[in-house]
């Protein structure tokens, strides 16, 4: 059933590939979209066959690949990695749809986005370390050929340096995984805890401390997150809403799988330092998206400084933070891919995002009255305002968190606070007040001029309109996913090893 | 980041007040000479012609039917109670009067000309004294209101005047504009010049005509504005409406974006610039602010033409209001123009040089208001 998952994206893109002739943009972009309704009707028939009660791995599959050096293809879901793959299928969708006007290598364009669609449902449905690798290098250079040709004018340089950090992510997950053979003398790459029986402690950090730099490039964590703001800047829309959306999140999925689960006993030796790292983080992105004049750098930075209430749940490990890690995960992606989509709306009326030059856009008659409203929407849900997918997620993770490190968990709400500050700087800036597009110079003539915007198509906001109503629905109605991942979040958190070690270490 | 486009961004021209006392001392039109401005000036003013009518009868039956009645809340109705006028009314299928009363408003508290003047007289104190006591003899709400508040029937007195007055001006101007656009669909009119010379003649065939008011109660006519007070339609209405409505104005929250705190408006109301010729055409995001309450209410009433002209430009219906504030301020710029040529000291070609140093002094205090006002739409746009 989830190999299904893999074989549709990845048969998308053959198909594009090898369609025959020239096919005009708006038919390739037909069959991609036909492409992903299937993938998202196979994740929601997952859904529906998976057993929420159960916390381990479901639905595995199994298949002797290159077994001499440990790699099998092995497959499983857990409450985990589900609502992932479900939001990998729906924003890869949404990217798609809000594909316009490609006119430059639509056939390649396509197909990248279906294969790095196939490639995170892999990394998500892994059960083995060597295949997760695998998917996790596999759409990389998808990635990167997205952002260096349908990228801005400084897409080359933003391109390169996305591949760079995240090779060196990579590779030390890579080291770490060989260690962990090297270290362990065996050759079986399954994702199980590692205690102190096989390893010594030193070891141990010495593997999770690559995990955790490998994890913390493509997270990113400050302070390696510097590629981040450059590929956002550059890439296109919809290479955006993927990148925030679903990307960014195996990071997170990888801290959360392979350093929390297979080193329970060296995370909770690390557990305080790193809750220290993910209120540096929280409050350096929020800062530093403080300091943006482009909508779209802001939008990264907040990614910087959210992303790190996923690492202070993971940090706290109880199973309350790290639901609210799941719903971070989830929140975000969305949200982000809202944000994303909103600012690239913006900029394709106005020719910029520049928030010393975009005044008033929400005016009723002459602006982009709609677009405004979600993105206040939008920013209201990043700020966490009850009622939407960000409370939910903010409200768990430090409810969970802040027994464990209350002073970490305190700095990371001032940062909650910081993304009001921010967010509101970027609404009252650019939707308030007369509406102008130009640098304010002389008052009397700048209020005289008059501003031409196309309006916005309906069909420009539906993919918009969907994520927001997402938000909202999540926000009102949290039970459904709580009910997906509760269990495995509960199972995680129990883990033999880690309630000893806590228990040990005296933190209850 | 990306240079703006430059096929975002239109500003129209400002000329500077030498420009426009030249054009002004030249008979010149402000506003340019276009086909389209024509189209544009008529109709749109054809449309205000119809909202006008509408808005002059409401006034005059504000001032006679509703006269000292504190709490009028019918009084949107015209008198016309029936359930059908009800329901349209509470779902708002209906004109905007309460812009009708924010000029009444505006006129009252900037107060300037002759009719002002005689709401301050002994003559006007007198007419009120007499009107207060036969309408308290039967009315025990105001009996018990007065001897409170001594002046409160009064200043009522006062604004039902001025909301008579504006009644009365606007049944002028309304026939004017309606007129306008039958000559032009008769073929009489063909240029901007042509409108401002029509209406230039129609305001000075109006200037005399008496401004008067009358109430009557319990069957008795008392006077609020005798005809004996002398007061005439141009200097002692037009004018004063120019300047409270035209010119000075009042700054809505919504309109302009101000920090009354910070001094940003002045305190000496007479120096006030927020009136029709210097509104921003673009709202910014208040609501019910009073201008775009007109432009709401001239949509009702749009000739198909013009419709269909802006229909065809920019967003089309999306941003229609806009558009038609932009033509209602190129023609309120030739009722403007056509105002201050029909108020000339002397004829234009008089050869005199004191007339024609007045002439001068006159065009110069225009040419310096309005050099501030939102002259940018004097230019040929597509809007």
């Given amino acids: ?508 | 980041m990306p240079i703006i486009s430059a096929d975002l961004t239109h500003a129209g021209g400002m000329p500077t007040a030498a420009e426009l006392e030249a054009k002004l001392l030249a008979g010149q039109t402000l506003l340019a000479e276009t086909p389209n401005h024509l189209m544009q000036v008529v109709d749109v003013l054809e449309s205000y012609g119809e909202v006008l009518d509408a808005y002059s009868k409401n006034l005059i039956y504000q001032a006679e039917k509703q006269f000292l009645n504190p709490l009028p809340i019918f009084r949107y109705l015209d008198g016309d109670l029936s359930p059908a006028k009800i329901w349209r009314h509470l779902i708002h299928d209906r004109l905007n009067f309460e812009y009708a009363e924010y000029c009444q408003k505006a006129m009252f508290w900037h107060g300037t000309g002759g009719l002002d003047a005689y709401l301050d007289s002994d003559a006007f104190a007198a007419n009120c004294a007499a009107i207060i006591g036969r309408k308290t003899r039967r009315d025990p709400m105001l009996a018990l209101l007065h001897p409170l508040f001594p002046n409160f029937l009064q200043e009522l007195i006062r604004s039902a005047a001025t909301t008579h007055a504006l009644g009365q001006f606007w049944r002028v101007m309304s026939d004017l504009f309606l007129d306008l656009a039958r000559a032009e669909k008769d073929g009489q009119l063909s240029t901007v010049a042509a409108v401002v010379d029509f209406l230039r003649q129609g305001l000075v065939a109006a200037a005399a005509e008496p401004i008067s008011y009358g109430v009557e109660l319990a069957g008795e006519r008392f006077w609020v504005l005798p005809p004996e007070a002398g007061l005439t339609f141009l200097a002692d209405v037009a004018v004063p409406y120019v300047e409270a409505v035209f010119l000075r104005g009042m700054p809505f929250l919504g309109t302009v974006s101000f920090n009354a705190q910070a001094q940003q408006i002045s305190p000496d109301q007479s120096t006030f610039t927020y009136g029709a010729l210097f509104a921003d055409p673009l709202p910014s995001m208040g609501a019910g602010i009073p201008p775009s309450l007109l432009m709401q209410d001239m949509y009702r009433h749009l000739p198909k033409r013009l419709h269909q002209w802006y229909l065809q430009t920019s967003r089309g219906e999306g941003d229609v209001r806009v558009k038609i504030c932009l033509s209602f301020q190129k023609s309120m710029f030739c009722v403007t123009n056509a105002a201050i040529a029909g108020t000339f000291p002397f004829q234009l070609d008089n050869p005199d040089a004191d007339a024609q140093a007045a002439n001068r002094a006159y065009a110069a205090s225009w040419a310096a208001r309005l050099s501030s006002s939102r002259t940018d739409c004097l230019d040929p746009c597509d809007l």
């Fill in chain 1, 1 to 508: 059933m989830l190999s299904i998952l893999l074989i549709i994206p990845f048969f998308g893109a053959t198909l594009l590939l090898l369609w025959p002739g020239l096919p005009a943009p708006g038919r390739m972009r037909v069959v991609a979209i036909v492409v992903l309704l299937l993938q998202l009707a196979w994740s929601l028939r997952v859904l529906f066959a998976f057993d929420s009660s159960d916390g381990g791995m479901q639905l595995q599959e199994s298949l002797v690949w290159v077994s001499s050096i440990g790699l099998d293809y092995k497959l499983g879901i857990d409450g985990l990695s589900l609502p992932l793959v479900l939001m990998n299928a729906a924003l890869t969708l949404v990217s798609i749809v809000c594909t316009r006007d490609i006119s430059q290598r639509p056939r390649i364009y396509f197909s990248l986005l279906l294969l790095i669609s196939g490639a995170v449902n892999g990394v998500f449905l892994a059960g083995n370390l060597l295949l997760f690798f695998f998917f996790y290098e596999l759409e990389l250079v998808p990635l990167w050929l997205l952002i260096s040709i349908w990228g801005g004018a400084q897409r080359a340089y933003a391109a390169t340096k996305f591949l760079i950090f995240t090779a060196v992510s990579g590779v030390l997950i890579l080291g770490a995984f060989l260690g962990l053979a090297l270290f362990t003398g065996t050759v079986d790459f399954s994702i199980t805890p590692v205690l102190s029986e096989k390893l010594a402690m030193g070891q141990q950090l010495l593997l999770l401390g690559a995990l955790l730099i490998g994890f913390g490039i493509k997270i990113p964590l400050v302070p390696f997150h510097t590629w981040l703001p450059d590929a956002h800047t550059q890439a296109s829309t919809p290479v955006s809403v993927l990148l925030a959306g679903v990307l960014l999140k195996m990071g997170t999925y990888g801290l959360l799988r392979f350093c929390l689960g297979m080193f329970p006993e060296a995370w909770v030796l690390i557990a305080p330092w790193l809750a220290g790292w993910a209120a540096v983080s929280v409050l350096y992105g929020s800062l530093a998206a403080i300091a943006q004049r482009d909508m779209k750098r802001m939008v990264a930075y907040s990614s910087v400084g959210h992303m790190g209430y996923i690492l202070l749940a993971a940090a706290a490990a109880t199973p309350l933070s790290l639901l609210g890690a799941v719903f971070q995960m989830i929140s975000h992606g969305l949200i982000s891919a809202l944000l994303f989509l909103l600012v690239g709306v913006v900029y394709r009326k106005t020719g910029t995002r520049d928030l010393e030059v975009l005044r008033g856009l929400l005016n009723p008659e002459r602006g982009l009255p709609f677009i405004g409203t979600l993105m206040i929407l939008g920013v209201m849900a990043s700020a966490g305002l009850p009622g939407m997918a960000g409370f939910i997620s903010e409200f768990l993770v430090f409810r969970g968190s802040l027994e464990a490190f209350p002073l970490a968990t305190l700095l990371c709400m001032v940062g909650s606070g910081l993304t009001a500050v921010y967010f509101l700087l970027l609404v009252n800036r650019a939707f308030f007040g007369r509406m102008a597009i130009t640098p304010p110079g002389d008052p009397v003539a700048d209020a005289r001029l008059d501003i031409r915007l196309a309006a916005v198509a309906p069909r420009e906001t539906i993919t918009a309109t969907a994520l927001a109503i997402t938000v909202i629905a999540i926000g009102l109605f949290p039970a459904w996913l709580g009910r997906i991942s509760e269990t495995a979040s509960t199972t995680m958190a129990g883990l033999p090893a880690l309630l000893a070690a806590l228990q040990n270490s005296g933190v209850s």
